[in-house]
């Protein structure tokens, strides 16, 4: 499986952006997917995951309410919608798959990771 994140850039503070991640190659049935990020000096942080339907979403407590994980298996894409963004969101988003139906934080557990695309704040 191949992801490739794309739709980072400079925003400003309270702005919005929109990650997508787009999946080929062979897929092992439908993954579960994630987004993680991770800014300079710091260490990879969960973001949000979807479960292969997409009917079961998790989000971590600093983005709930203002990121929204989506996917169209279809089209074998992943989206990161993010809105009222903060400096702190600042950071390399990547996106990730992984062999089987339910969401997880851990990145240890996914089998494939995209190249990552960089999300700048300005305050």
């Known amino acids: 499986v191949q992801l490739q994140a794309s739709g980072g850039g400079l925003v400003q503070a309270g702005g919005s952006l929109r990650l997508s991640c787009a999946a080929s190659g062979r897929t092992f049935g439908t993954p579960s997917m994630g987004w993680f990020r991770q800014a300079p000096g710091k260490e990879r942080e969960f973001v949000a995951a979807?479960?292969?339907?997409?009917?079961?979403?998790d989000y971590a407590n600093s983005v709930t309410g203002r990121f929204t994980i989506s996917r169209d298996n279809a089209e074998n894409m992943v989206y990161l919608q993010m809105i009222r963004l903060k400096p702190e969101d600042a950071a390399v988003y990547y996106c990730?798959?992984?062999?089987?139906?339910?969401?997880?934080?851990?990145?240890?557990?996914?089998?494939?990771w995209g190249q990552g695309t960089k999300v700048t704040v300005s305050s």
């Open positions: 979807i479960s292969d339907s997409g009917a079961i979403t």
């Open positions: 990730a798959a992984r062999r089987a139906p339910s969401t997880t934080r851990a990145f240890q557990l996914y089998d494939y």
